[in-house]
């Protein structure tokens, strides 16, 4: 079974940063895309970013420059640092997980990390 445990959300006053982590557990199976959404009440989840397997990143214009997404691979986490916060960044961030288990592709979601940004 794989389970996403996400944490570092929270409470930050515009222009602060946040560090947000999502760490994968369980076995049997080797991890490739790693990525981060965010979804705000009423709304459809929006995308924020993406590394792949070999590194590469691509992220969403909203916070391209703001912020950026890596991974550790031997922790099996994957991180979203976020700078120069503002209010519109506040949202349920979640973070999903592509990988490989006996040879078959399959998408893992996190729980949620709420990200609440004040004026």
């Known amino acids: 079974q794989v389970q996403l445990a996400e944490s570092g959300g929270g409470l930050v006053q515009a222009g602060g940063s946040l560090r947000l982590s999502c760490v994968a557990s369980?076995?049997?199976?080797?991890?490739?895309?790693m990525e981060w959404y965010r979804q705000a009440p009423g709304k459809q989840r929006e995308w924020v970013a993406l590394i792949t397997s070999g590194g590469s990143t691509n992220y969403a214009g909203t916070v391209k420059g703001r912020c950026t997404i890596y991974r550790d691979d031997a922790k099996m986490t994957v991180y979203l640092q976020m700078n120069s916060l503002q209010p519109e960044d506040t949202d349920v961030y979640y973070c999903k997980i592509r990988l490989t288990k006996y040879g078959l592709l399959q998408e893992y979601w996190g729980q949620g990390t709420q990200v609440t940004v004040s004026s």
């Open positions: 369980g076995s049997g199976f080797s991890i490739n895309a």
